[in-house]
């Protein structure tokens, strides 16, 4: 069985954090989503990949969510967080999910050998 991936995990924490905050009004909640979820990645970057890179990982998740609140300021909150997303799920990708022989792209049809 393959991996889960944590890119999208890690992206979608950022999203999913902000739109509950931004829909529900409660910062606190939406931080609990962020929590959540990046607590889940974490945890798998450690057993895959030990506690560096896990630690590399958190940190700059923690520098991603500092970064939209200041990119936030000049070009607007939804894409000050799709950006910070999209940039943890690039260096998620290739810090750890690459190397955990998670899927590289899309499914190829292999004929049976014989």
């Known amino acids: 069985m393959r991996p889960i991936p944590t890119a999208p995990i890690a992206a979608g924490s950022l999203i999913a954090g902000y739109a509950v905050a931004a829909g529900t009004g409660s910062r606190p909640l939406g931080g609990l ?6 607590g889940c990645c974490i945890g798998m970057w450690n057993r895959r990949h030990g506690v560096r890179t896990a630690a590399r990982l958190a940190s700059a998740g923690l520098a991603a969510f500092i970064l939209s609140h200041v990119l936030a300021l000049a070009i607007g909150a939804w894409p000050a967080v799709l950006l910070v997303s999209a940039a943890m799920a690039l260096l998620a990708w290739t810090q750890a999910d690459s190397r955990s022989g998670a899927p590289a792209g899309p499914l190829a049809f292999r004929p049976p050998t014989r």
């Not at 989503?33 to 990046?38: A, C, D, K, N, S």
């Open 33 to 38: 989503v962020l929590l959540i979820g990046g």
